[in-house]
């Protein structure tokens, strides 16, 4: 194997070769040489006059062509370099490497279907070559053609398949095209050739995360972080695969790294407010949505989730602000508009409340709650009609809704059709046994004599459920015949019993 000689020696050589072309001005050859001697130098622009001499002195000399095609892509005069390797392709249709230089030149002026073409076909001729091969892949993969660039990528790791790198890059060309087990084993043979692949690392944590083994994904990200400290990525996936976790505040210390570590990165705030919010410290997750905020003044789910943060901690004007501001962003966010009734119901504004409600229901037929929420204030109105057929809503959207099916029965009794309500309390028992203020108002609909014996079971099952709730029910057992003040039903509590739900982290 040849050595590589000293920079004197190649100037030697190409003094020489002077020497050969002023002696025998016509000879192409002596032309070709003295070219690759100033190349060896680095005197690139003697080296592309000589080649130039060289195809004009021999024109079907396909390696003098390739020689000048490559000087000039070096040079940086691309169109010209093109313009000459084409030439060396058509003299020599066999001939590897002017189709791989062509593929340089071209993928230099950023025409990749054509540099793709000319890999395709040095990788052809030459396939031994894993060069031609890797910018294949690496072409393919900017025209978005990542089958064919997963192919390529394959082809290179049997050629070497000792190198960790092209492992890694199978494995996120898999992962573009979402087959992330696969992905996952490619970032697993790289690791196998280099534990230490930070590449390799970062992938295998994706693809794990992807497709739900969060465990080994936290251990691949975490392993990245500490071969490179001082990086944000690293930590903040790490940060964010811990709180997929629930574990919370080891993943608020991550992202609060990774926020330090690159100010201008809002979704390392985003997710650190997203995890602060399942602490419950609402005022921090504020504050770290505002910064959020600060950076990209239009992140709707930053804007919702501070609503969500404003809400938790009281400011419910503040949360409605923000609420709005999410809809404007964003109209079809039947959340924030759910969020928004709710904000609004607090502060007593019940016509905009009611607004949002509906809309938040005709946006997301399925949300059970926000049909629910609009039910219960139209029940605080007495619109007892409406406040059903909103109930009803809520129950079609989630039949298992044990709170809708006893609000039910509280608007139908409010219109004197106890047989109807009895229904609606049997229903919210059946599913929720344990649901003492179904019992309660089911036990009121049995305050009748001929349903005495349904009253007192009744009476049993609160005594067991609701002490407290049994002895208001015994107080009016015992007042059954005797004329009275009007019964009060058990409602469900105002508004849904589910949370202001923050949204899911930003990956």
């Known amino acids: ?202 992938g295998l944590g994706w693809a794990c995360a992807e497709i739900g083994d969060l465990k080994e994904a936290a251990e691949a990200f975490r392993k990245e972080a500490d071969s490179s400290p001082g990086e944000r990525l690293p930590l903040y996936n790490l940060g964010t695969v811990l709180g997929m976790l629930g574990r919370h505040e080891e993943a608020a210390e991550r992202l609060a790294e990774a926020a330090r570590r690159s100010p201008g990165h809002a979704e390392s705030r985003y997710n650190l ?57 964003q109209p079809d966010h039947a959340r924030a508009r759910f969020n928004l009734g709710k904000s609004c119901h607090v502060l007593g504004l019940v016509q905009e409340a009611a607004e949002a409600f509906r809309d938040a229901a005709h946006r997301d037929p399925d949300h059970a709650a926000s049909p629910f929420s609009l039910g219960i204030l139209l029940l605080e109105q007495g619109k007892n009609e409406e406040a059903a057929e909103a109930f009803r809503r809520a129950i079609r959207a989630r039949p298992g809704y044990a709170r809708a099916h006893n609000s039910l029965g509280v608007a139908l009794i409010r219109m004197s059709r106890t047989a109807e309500a009895a229904e609606a309390f049997r229903e919210a028992t059946r599913i929720s046994p344990s649901y003492a203020e179904a019992h309660f108002n089911l036990g009121v609909c049995l305050l009748r004599p001929e349903d005495r014996e349904g009253a007192s079971r009744q009476l049993s099952v609160l005594s067991s459920l609701d002490p407290p709730l049994a002895q208001r029910y015994a107080a009016l057992l015992s007042r059954r015949d005797r004329p009275g003040p009007s019964v009060r039903y058990a409602n469900s509590p105002r508004g849904a019993r589910r949370r202001t739900g923050a949204e899911r982290f930003s990956s």
């Open 1 to 202: 194997m040849r050595e590589d000689r000293p920079i004197e020696d190649e100037a030697h050589g190409a003094g020489r070769w002077r020497k050969a072309v002023r002696e025998h001005p016509a000879n192409a050859a002596a032309r070709y040489a003295l070219g690759v001697a100033l190349v060896r130098t680095g005197r690139e622009d003697e080296a592309e006059a000589a080649f130039r001499e060289a195809t004009l002195l021999r024109p079907g000399w396909a390696e003098a062509h390739n020689a000048l095609g490559a000087t000039l892509c070096r040079l940086g005069r691309h169109d010209e370099a093109i313009d000459a390797l084409s030439v060396a392709s058509r003299l020599r249709e066999d001939f590897a490497l002017p189709r791989f230089n062509l593929g340089m030149a071209f993928a230099q002026r950023h025409r990749y279907a054509e540099a793709a073409d000319a890999f395709r076909r040095a990788a052809a001729l030459f396939p031994g070559l894993a060069e031609s091969h890797i910018n294949l892949a690496v072409t393919l993969a900017l025209l978005g053609r990542h089958r064919e660039a997963a192919d390529a990528w394959r082809d290179v790791v049997r050629l070497v398949p000792a190198r960790p790198g092209p492992h890694a890059r199978l494995g996120w060309a898999l992962c573009r095209l979402g087959e992330y087990r696969e992905a996952a084993a490619a970032f697993r043979d790289a690791l196998h050739a280099d534990p230490g692949c930070r590449e390799a690392l970062g």
């Open 273 to 329: 407010g997203v995890c602060l919010s399942r602490l419950h410290r609402h005022d921090a997750a504020t504050a770290a949505f505002r910064e959020a905020l600060r950076i990209r003044p239009a992140y709707t789910k930053g804007r919702y989730n501070l609503g969500v943060a404003l809400f938790e901690t009281g400011r419910h004007e503040e949360a409605a602000a923000a609420f709005r501001e999410t809809v404007r962003q």
